[in-house]
């Protein structure tokens, strides 16, 4: 089974990314580089609102499974790698991911605005694929602890100074019985071909 390993938390400046606590990964399959555990953890149970209005569980009570992740709108590199890995991944996966949710959750409350978020679905060709899940920090501070994320925001953002955060950025692969199955940590090397290898083990 694949599951967790600890998390690495990942100073975001402009042009800078500094991995904390880097741990050996040992790959599930060939060209995989999830971490290897002997059983799933259960998902903590996360319920909030996506940026359009539409309602976000997981677990699925429809049985789906899912991929989650943990972003900020404003970040300027690390978040729009990630987003870009996902949405090629998903090209890959063509219908199969279709049956599967794709969940981002703001590490940002105070910057990830509706707008911002629109904003940020489409650059990534994301809009309509992926609900992205905001709220005030009282609401997502829980869900970052229960899923061991790291996330601490400089709201001191300007035209000339980048906002800067400090968060862990997982993707997390949730099977449809709601066990965490696998997680692919930024800053360890990954590929679209491995996010969607995980999509059609999961859907298959």
């Known amino acids: 089974?694949?599951?967790?390993?600890?998390?690495?938390?990942?100073?975001?400046?402009t042009g800078l990314v500094a991995i904390i606590g880097l741990t050996r990964v040992t790959g599930t399959e060939a060209g995989s580089q999830a971490d290897v555990q002997e059983a799933a953890a259960?998902?903590?149970?996360?319920?909030?609102?996506?940026?359009?209005?539409?309602?976000?569980?997981?677990?699925?009570?429809?049985?789906?499974?899912?991929?989650?992740?943990f972003l900020f709108t404003e970040c300027p590199d690390v978040c729009m790698l990630i987003?870009?890995?996902?949405?090629?991944?998903?090209?890959?996966?063509?219908?199969?991911?279709?049956?599967?949710d794709v969940i981002a959750v703001s590490v940002d409350p105070e910057g990830d605005s509706p707008a911002a978020v629109?904003?940020?679905?489409?650059?990534?060709?994301?809009?309509?694929r992926m609900q992205y899940m905001v709220g005030t920090r009282t609401q997502l501070e829980p869900i970052w602890k229960a899923?061991?994320?790291?996330?601490?925001?400089?709201?001191?953002?300007?035209?000339?100074?980048?906002?800067?955060?400090v968060h862990s950025a997982p993707i997390v692969f949730v099977d449809g019985a709601g066990r965490q199955v696998a997680r692919y940590s930024a800053?360890?090397?990954?590929?679209?071909?491995?996010?969607e290898q995980e999509i059609r083990a999961l859907v298959g």
């Open 1 to 13: 089974m694949r599951l967790l390993i600890p998390l690495i938390a990942l100073a975001v400046t």
């Open 42 to 69: 259960v998902v903590p149970k996360t319920t909030g609102r996506a940026a359009d209005g539409s309602s976000i569980r997981l677990p699925s009570p429809a049985g789906r499974p899912a991929m989650v992740t």
């Open 83 to 100: 987003a870009g890995q996902i949405a090629a991944a998903l090209d890959r996966a063509g219908p199969a991911a279709e049956e599967i």
């Open 118 to 128: 629109r904003r940020f679905l489409t650059r990534y060709d994301l809009q309509g």
């Open 147 to 165: 899923w061991g994320v790291a996330a601490q925001t400089d709201d001191h953002g300007s035209a000339d100074h980048a906002r800067e955060s």
């Open 187 to 195: 800053g360890v090397p990954y590929t679209p071909a491995d996010l």
